[in-house]
């Protein structure tokens, strides 16, 4: 995402919708909160670790996909493996691609990191399971990005509220 907020900082984008920037992306952004939404740990249905009482204990004995360094979510996820004492653990995989990890997950052992609402589709049909993980670091904000520096634009505005509405609907 350091590319998004880049072109929107460059006024190549007039906005950007998604979670929050860490601090660092944040330069020169201004963020407008429309949700919360967290990341889950996901796999097949049928995945072994869907029998633990405590799965955060066995996501080392599997392999991981994990978001790419540059995604918004990679610092949520190593935060997050951090505190279960994991700080090294790293994916046999990293992609945030839908396509890539359903596939993944669908034919392996594989336990994939990735924002809820890319999958909500796959986890309304089934096709894979959110493994239980407690943890309110796997949180994070989704809005609205703009850049500082753009002119006001009611175009963007109009686009901003609409966006706002649509989320106090759902």
């Given at each position: 995402n350091w590319l998004l907020f880049n072109q929107l900082r460059d006024q190549t984008l007039d906005l950007?919708?998604?979670?929050?920037?860490e601090k660092e992306t944040a330069a020169g952004v201004?963020?407008?909160?429309?949700?919360?939404?967290?990341?889950?740990?996901?796999?097949?249905?049928?995945?072994?670790?869907?029998?633990s009482d405590s799965p955060e204990?066995?996501?080392?004995?599997?392999?991981?996909?994990?978001?790419?360094?540059?995604?918004?979510?990679?610092?949520?996820?190593e935060r997050y493996l951090t505190s279960i004492g994991l700080p090294e653990m790293r994916g046999?995989?990293?992609?945030?691609?839908?396509?890539?990890?359903?596939?993944?997950?669908?034919?392996?052992?594989?336990?994939?990191?990735?924002?809820?609402?890319?999958?909500?589709?796959?986890l309304t049909a089934k096709t894979i399971v959110v493994v239980p993980l407690a943890s309110p670091l796997l949180s994070g904000a989704v809005g609205i990005s703009v850049s500082r520096s753009s002119?006001?634009?009611?175009e963007r505005s109009v686009f901003a509220e609409c966006l706002e509405k649509a989320v106090d609907v759902a």
């Amino acid at each position: 995402n350091w590319l998004l907020f880049n072109q929107l900082r460059d006024q190549t984008l007039d906005l950007v919708v998604g979670r929050m920037p860490e601090k660092e992306t944040a330069a020169g952004v201004t963020f407008r909160q429309l949700y919360i939404e967290d990341v889950v740990l996901v796999c097949r249905p049928d995945h072994p670790i869907l029998g633990s009482d405590s799965p955060e204990w066995h996501i080392s004995d599997h392999p991981l996909i994990m978001p790419p360094r540059g995604a918004v979510i990679s610092q949520t996820v190593e935060r997050y493996l951090t505190s279960i004492g994991l700080p090294e653990m790293r994916g046999a995989f990293e992609t945030v691609a839908l396509p890539v990890g359903r596939k993944i997950v669908g034919i392996s052992d594989a336990l994939w990191f990735i924002s809820r609402g890319v999958v909500a589709d796959e986890l309304t049909a089934k096709t894979i399971v959110v493994v239980p993980l407690a943890s309110p670091l796997l949180s994070g904000a989704v809005g609205i990005s703009v850049s500082r520096s753009s002119p006001l634009s009611v175009e963007r505005s109009v686009f901003a509220e609409c966006l706002e509405k649509a989320v106090d609907v759902a």
